[in-house]
Nanobody, 121 residues
């Protein structure tokens, strides 16, 4: 079993920045790929970004390219999502998920509790 715990969410003003953290524990070999997802009020789950823990290869949704950066610190079993130039329309619950196999959206089998990220003045 793999456990994921997110932190770093909270209210941020438009144009501001926020860094989310996702710490993995337990069977970390089950988390070769870590993805960040979000779900806005009244909308479905959306993939934001994903990283290969082994080689650092990254993927981003077109809507966040240039503003969001995913990174990892393997010594701390932690994956980060740096979010810059935040807009109100990205208000959502952000969660990290883990997959042993790939960044494919249907491959994630572990997930954290989610963090609220409201973007509002």
């Amino acid at each position: 079993q793999l456990q994921l715990v997110e932190s770093g969410g909270g209210l941020v003003q438009p144009g501001g920045s926020l860094r989310l953290s996702c710490v993995a524990s337990g069977s970390t070999s089950e988390g070769n790929f870590i993805g960040w997802f979000r779900q806005a009020p009244g909308k479905g789950r959306e993939g934001v970004s994903c990283i290969s823990v082994s080689d650092g290869t990254t993927r981003y949704a077109d809507s966040v390219k240039g503003r969001f950066t995913i990174s990892r610190d393997n010594a701390k079993n932690t994956v980060y999502l740096q979010m810059n130039s935040l807009k109100p329309e990205v208000t959502a619950i952000y969660s990290c998920e883990a997959s042993p196999a790939s960044c494919g959206s249907h491959s994630f089998i572990y997930w954290g509790q989610g963090n609220q990220v409201p973007v509002s003045s």
